[in-house]
C-alpha cells in the first residue's frame, strides 16, 4: 500500500511538472524579424571595416528603418546587422539600396545581404 501511495504520489507530481511546462509559454523573440541582413565576413583578416562603417552611417541616417541589431558571431570581428524597416516602408527598396553599397569583388572580406522573398547578394571573392 506505501508502495502503490508512492507511484501514485510520482505520477501527480510528474503530471504537475508537465502541466507547468505546458502552461509557460516560449520566450518570444521580439527581435526576431529583419527585413534585411548584411553580413560582415572575413578571410581570416577581419571584416571589411571601410564598407561597415560606411554601411554603419548610412543606416543611422535612414528613416525608413525602424531598428537596427547588431549580432556578434565571429572571432575576427563578424557579425549580422539586421535591419527592420518602418511600418509601411518597403524592403524591397531598402534591400536594394544597400545593395547597391556592396562592391562586386571582395578583396579584403566577403560581405552579403539578404531581403525579402529570398533577395540574396555575396561579394565575389578574389581567385
Known amino acids: 500500500m506505501t508502495r502503490s ?58 528613416r525608413d528603418i525602424a531598428r537596427v541589431e547588431r549580432k556578434p558571431w565571429g572571432r575576427e570581428g563578424e557579425y549580422d546587422l539586421c535591419l527592420e524597416a518602418r511600418t509601411g516602408r518597403d524592403a524591397r527598396a531598402i534591400y536594394e539600396r544597400y545593395r547597391a553599397t556592396l562592391p562586386g569583388r571582395a578583396l579584403q572580406a566577403p560581405t552579403s545581404i539578404e531581403g525579402p522573398d529570398g533577395l540574396r547578394y555575396e561579394t565575389i571573392a578574389p581567385m
Open 5 to 62: 501511495l508512492f507511484t501514485l504520489g510520482l505520477i501527480a507530481g510528474a503530471a504537475l511538472a508537465l502541466v507547468a511546462c505546458a502552461a509557460t509559454p516560449p520566450p518570444v523573440d521580439i527581435a526576431a524579424r529583419c527585413d534585411v541582413t548584411v553580413k560582415f565576413g572575413s578571410y581570416g583578416m577581419g571584416i571589411d571595416r571601410p564598407l561597415a562603417e560606411r554601411v554603419a552611417i548610412a543606416v543611422k541616417a535612414d
